[in-house]
Each structure stands twice: as C-alpha cells, then as structure tokens.
C-alpha cells in the first residue's frame, strides 16, 4: 500500500455519496471502495465503453489518479451478498434485485474495472450462521481466491483475501488456513477481514485478529479491515497491525444528520512522552466513543457559529451550526452535502494525524493521548 | 465578451452632491426593439440582464450549495417568504444580519411574497381585504397574512429585491374575481408600500396582474406605474393560459412598463419562454422547473429536453450537451449519469447544476448576441436546434417574435 493507513472511502457507482466534484476539491479523496452489485447490469456499457470508445473506466466515472478498491461486500448496503447452495457464485444484490454471480462473472467485472486491489469474491454467512453455513463460506471464499489469483495474474490487479468467521476465533482460523496457500501468489497482497462491525468487545476482536495474524506471522501481508471505519475501530486496527481501513462512516453519519465532533488531534511533543509506546490494549477502549451532533437541534442565534470553532473544513469556513439545522427541519438535501464534508474532512484529519505520528514512531503514545479526551 | 461601452456609459452619469445612492440603478446598454441588454446595480453587486434567477425557496438550492452557484456565474437567485417566515423564521433571520448572513450568500436575494405559495399550497385559503387566511402546512394553525406583515417579514429577510404581496388568483379566472383581485393588489402594494422601512437597500416592486383581460392589465399597469417603483414584476401568467394570450399580455405589459425600470416576469422559466420573454422585453426570470425537472432525470439541452433515464441513453458516452462547462458534462457521460440516477443523489444535483448553468448561459448569450447586434441571428439559431425533433417552430412563437420585430425562419 502507498501509504499507511489507507482510507478507502465508500462511493455508489464510483461517486461519493453527495458529494459533486466541485463539493470534493476541498477534500483529498484518493480512493474508491467500488461495490460489484452496483457494476452487474451495467457489464454491456462496460464493454461497449472499452472497445468502442476512448474512455477509460477511470475516466468514466471521473476517478482518475485514485486508488480504485474493488470488492463484494460493502458494508454501507445492507444484505448486498447472500449465501448460495450453488459452489460457483453467491447472490448479489443490484438495482434489479438479487442475482447470482458468479466468480467467473466476477473476475471479468474485475478485468473491465481494472482495479488497483480487489477483494476477493466472498459468501457473507448470516449473522447467526451455522456451523455447516460457515463452513461452506470459508470454502466458497477460499477457493473463489485461487481462481481470482490464477485468472487475473496477466493483469496488474492487487488481490486481497476475504476472511469471514465472525469474531469467533475457530472460524478466523479455519478460514486463514483455508487461503494460505495464497501467499505463494506474486499477485496476492493481504486479506480484507471481515465480522469486525459486530458488537463493540474489544477483547473478542483482538482474539479473532491475533488469531489471523498468528497463522501468517512471518510474512509479508497488508491487512485490510472491512466494516463501518469508525474512529475507535481505526485506531484500535492501526495500532494493532491493520493497514487499511473500509470507511463509509462520514457518509452514514451524513445520511442520519449527523456532524463528528472528534477531539483535538494535535499534541504537544510533550504530552506524548507520558504515554506508552505499547500496542493498544483492548481495556483501554471500553466505552470510548467519538462524540457527535444530532440535527435538528433547538436553534438559538447562540448557534449561528461552525460546527467546530476552529474546524477548516468547507462547512466550518462557511457555515454554522443554525444554517444545518435549518436545512435538516426543512428537508433540504444541502444538509448531507454540508455535514458529508465536514464528517470526511475530520477522518483526513485523521489519516494525517497517524502517517504523521507513523514517521515519527510514536503511534501508539498519540493514540493513547487520543483516547484519553473521549 | 466585450461590454458596449458599459463603464463610459456609468461614469458619464452625474451624482448629485448630497444625493444618497438608490438602491437599484438600471442601464440599458443596447436593445433590439424590445429586447434590451442591461447591468442592474443592486446593494450586493451588479446583474447581467436579462437574467435567469435560480430559485432557493428556504434558503437553499436543493442539492446546490450556495458556492457552486457562485461558481457558475449566478449573481441573483430567489428565496420565498412564506417558507422562511415560518423556518427559520423573520426574527431569526433579523438576528443573524439577514438572509444573506444566514446561508452565506455574497450576491443579490430576491423574496417573493408569498401570495402564491398561500393560495398554492395552503388549506383553507381565504381572502379578504384585510390579507390572507390559511392553513399553514407545517402546524395547521390557522395563519392571517397582511400586506405589512409580509413586507415587515421581507425587511427582516434583508433581500435585495422585494415583491408586494398580490391578491392571487388562477391566470384562467375571468369575471368580477379577477377585477377583485387586480383592483385589490393595487390598494394593498399602497399598504405594502407605507410598510416598506427599508426603503434605503430593498427595492419594493410591485406585481401587475389581471389575467389574460387586457382592460385589467391596462389599469393595473396604470396604478402601479403611478407609484414609481424601482422595478416592476409581471405576475398571474404562467398558470396555464394558452400561449397566445401569454405572450400578448407580456408584450401589453413590457410596452407600457417604464423603459428605464427592469422588468419580471415571474414564474417562468422554459428556455423557449426565456427567449421569446427576452425578446418581448422582458428583463428577469424564475422558475423552479429547471431544478424539479433534473430531480426526475431531464436535462436542457440546445436539442431540447433529455431524459436521461430512458434506456437508449444507457450506451451514450457523450456530456449531456458538447462545449458545457458546468461541472456535470465537464466530469461525466450522458451514459454515467444515466446509470447513476436511479443509485445516488448527486445525480440529481448534477443534473440540477447543469440545467441551471444552462439558463444561465443561455441568458448571457442572448444578452451578447444584443450587444453584437445578432440577436435575430441567434433566436433562429436556437429554435432551430430546440425544434429540430419536432420539425415545426410553434405558431404562437412566430408570432410573438414577429411582434417583436425577430423574422423567424419556419424550418
């Protein structure tokens, strides 16, 4: 990965969710989470684009110069992957309603799509599957890895495994020894890890990660972790090993009306000397949460200030906290663009904020600080 | 483009010692007939007209922020008065410094009334010379709206340009209720006009109504000229007259109405109505059709109207109109956005984004093409190319230009 963590926004079809081209200049976007189901009817364009025009799909959906991330599952749709009894595919969810896929269907969606990373194809098991149910996921994922890894392998396409099983450690190990011939793959890169969304007991979490890195341990892998992309969770995740994070979360808090309200996130040099370097604990982030904004709130004149006072992103600059509220009481659609902006520009924040601390080799002291606000 | 002498023709005006500025100054700068090419200086700038003035009912342009209107050139848009009265609020907005201060908008506001909105959207309405009572939308509760409420609301709002309010009344009434009406509009922009305490930086314009009957447009033409306004706006067309009757009550009104004052004509806002509208005289235009109509997928273009979502627009990798610079064509394909509309919102608001870019080049074209002399030029060129699918330009609209002095080619 060019740079870790990497942030691998949510889109719909390659776009941002309300976010015009103009609404992004202000933001440095530089990757695309781009979801199968939203590409399967469109397989005829695709070609017809690649073979009669000049276009590139890049272009097509005016992403170039962005890291494109292709996967299956994407958390911001519910149910977009169900199971199938069928060994060849699973159901994907379109805007023509459920259809199978298979993995064949999937990797010449991928060719057309040319992604810098695809995640492998993967059966998404129900929450309280069975035995049986995962198993037949692990072994559905994992063989869908090889053929993806031998079919694409005259291709540039970076190749990630889906690692599913929940946060039962059993299952994370069944289906990390399931993949692991991958590693000798020059195409494959790492595994997107998957069942991270549920609950918030961290110490299960750590269990079922360690679990995953202690089958691969000694080898070069880049981990990727699927889910929301909350802030907790990223921090947790970075700390831990993980060097990529799936994030829809401004976007989600958007749509529900929504605003971040994150702590500060510069330290003095000298506050993080009083912190441990260690790895993050799982104690420590019990009942550790990002705090935010519900809107509409009770508006006062006393509100007509940004959202965060000295926040410099395109809202904050030109907004205030009034003038969303009356958007959101009157229905008005400039109220996702308004906080989508302001929600996207505090995890660039972030991402900044850690790259930074990465170079300087004091991650875990400034997450540590971090945490120590919530 | 190159202004017609348009700052010798500013700087040669003479300011009287002691004289405050108005609120509003109007220069023609070139006219073909009717149709003029003018700068209106209002308190937060200067106007290109005629104009297409965007609408943002409750202070927001759906999907639109106010940045990328700046961004394409718009420099008057509308807000609504019946809307913003309710939320945020005239207080409020007082509170705050103005509308203009509460969404951060550097250039001109225009506030319409809220007449029609009363009579159009609310349960219950009943008028009496004393104002209007409704049902407002929002609570139920009963409401009474006077003249001077709706200009003590407008003043709060601090717009630039502020409607008197009107006895509405469908453009299709004919009888004793459209002379009740025209005749009442009258002695109410009277009480509008004692309301009015901003006399200084908002520009009061009257409404000139009666229908499609031009005895009553005549005398409400007459009553309001009398009054001096600053401006003038053409209302009750637009409702579903026939287009013969529309146009001949727009070229009664522009031929009568003051040639130094600009004119509105409100509600109205087609690309084909803008052109025939400018040719008649008329100076600005609003109309929500361009940003409702992109909600459901349709587009302007110079070919006419392009609904994206239909199937055969699926393989089409073409911007929705060659040569648009607006933000939609310059990043997307017909065929993109096809695909998109049915998935995310911000289709919607770039399709929005291009039809009002749309209308407002469309505007600024027209405009130069006065200035250069060619505006017969450019009228037939664009009905040419918006009735090319259909073959035929209109009856009425031969008719209307050739009023105007326009000789239009049939095709």
Known sequence: MKKSPLFIYTTRMGSYYHLTPFNQQALNLDTCLLSAGDFIQMENTLKKLQSETNISFRQYINQEGKILYMTSIDSYKMKCVEGLSNLDGVKITSLEGKKIFTNQQYNNLARLINPEILVSLTELPEIQAGNKSLKRSSQKSARFLKESLDQLKDTNIGIFGAIQGGLETDFKIMAAEEQKFAVDYPNFRGFTLYGFNQGSNWQQKEDALSVVQSVFDGYNLQYILAGYGDIISILWGFSLGIDGFEVEEPFRYASDLKALLPPKFDAKKDELEQFSGDQINFYELQDKKIGYMNFPINSDVKDNVPLISDCKCFACQNHTKLYISHLVECKEMNAQVLLTIHNTYQYQLLQSKLQEMQNQKQVNQWIRWFLQQL | ?411
Request: charged share 25%; with cysteine; net charge neutral.
């Open chain 2, 1 to 411: 483009m190159q202004e017609l002498e348009e700052y010798e023709i500013i700087k040669q005006k003479k300011i009287k010692l002691n004289e405050k500025p108005r609120p509003l100054e109007f220069t023609v700068l070139a006219t073909h007939n009717f149709a003029r090419a003018s700068i209106l200086k209002l308190p937060h700038g200067e106007v290109k007209t005629p104009v297409y003035m965007p609408v943002g009912t409750k202070g927001a342009m759906k999907g639109v922020t106010y940045q990328e209107m700046d961004d394409m050139g718009c420099k008057l848009l509308l807000a609504n008065t019946y809307h913003l009265a309710y939320k945020p609020s005239g207080d409020l907005l007082e509170k705050v410094g103005g509308l203009h201060k509460f969404v951060n908008w550097k250039h001109n506001i225009l506030t319409d009334s809220g007449g029609f909105q009363m009579v159009s959207l609310s349960q219950l309405s009943e008028v009496n010379e004393d104002g209007v009572t409704f049902e407002s939308p929002y609570d139920k509760t009963i409401m009474h709206l006077r003249p001077e409420d709706s200009i003590h609301t407008q003043n709060q709002i601090g717009a630039d340009i502020i409607m008197a309010l009107d006895d509405v009344v469908r453009t299709t009434t004919v009888g004793p209720r459209m002379q009740e009406a025209s005749e009442r509009t009258t002695r109410w922009l009277d009480r509008d006009i004692a309301a009015h305490k901003r006399k200084e930086d908002q520009n009061l314009f009257p409404i000139v109504q009666g229908g499609i009957d031009p005895k009553l447009r005549e005398q409400s033409l007459d009553d309001l000229i009398q009054r001096e306004a600053n401006g003038y706006a053409i209302g009750g067309l637009a409702g579903g007259e026939d287009k013969v009757d529309f146009w001949k009550t727009v070229a009664q009104c522009t031929a009568k109405l003051p040639n130094d004052k600009p004119r509105y004509l409100m509600g109205v806002g087609y690309p084909v109505d803008v052109v025939v509208c400018s040719c008649l005289g008329v100076d600005m235009f609003d109309c929500v059709f361009s940003t409702r109509t992109a909600r459901f997928g349709t587009a302007f273009t110079d070919y006419g109207f392009l609904k994206l979502k239909n199937s055969e627009i699926a393989n089409v990798f073409q911007p929705i109109q060659q040569g648009c610079q607006c933000q939609a064509c310059k990043s997307y394909t017909q065929s993109y956005l096809h695909y998109l509309i049915a998935k995310e919102q911000v289709a919607c608001h770039l399709i929005s984004i291009h039809n009002l870019n749309y209308l407002i080049q469309l505007m600024l074209n027209l405009r130069q093409s006065i200035i250069d002399g060619k505006l017969i030029e450019f009228v037939n060129q664009f009905l040419k190319k918006w009735y090319q699918k259909e073959g035929q330009i209109p009856q009425w609209i031969i008719e209307a230009l050739d009023y105007a002095k326009i000789p239009i080619q049939q095709i």
